[in-house]
């Protein structure tokens, strides 16, 4: 899954944040964990990979950055 950061603008500003752990809540609860891989593009998105699948409802919510 792609992540944006509204601060992060640029491929090495991304870098900075790679082997950071994310957390995903569902509105039921569940939390759903996952690591940043990589940067993506050249704007300062990250390539996040989460252990389980993503649901659809996922799209456009906010994640939470641990570290």
Known sequence: MIVIVPTVTSKEDAGKFVGKQVTFTTDG??????????????????????????????????????G
């Open 29 to 66: 609860g569940r939390k759903i964990s996952g690591e940043i891989k990589s940067s993506h593009g050249n704007k300062g998105a990250l390539r996040v990979a989460f252990v389980t699948g993503m649901p659809g409802q996922a799209i456009g919510k906010k994640v939470e950055i641990q």
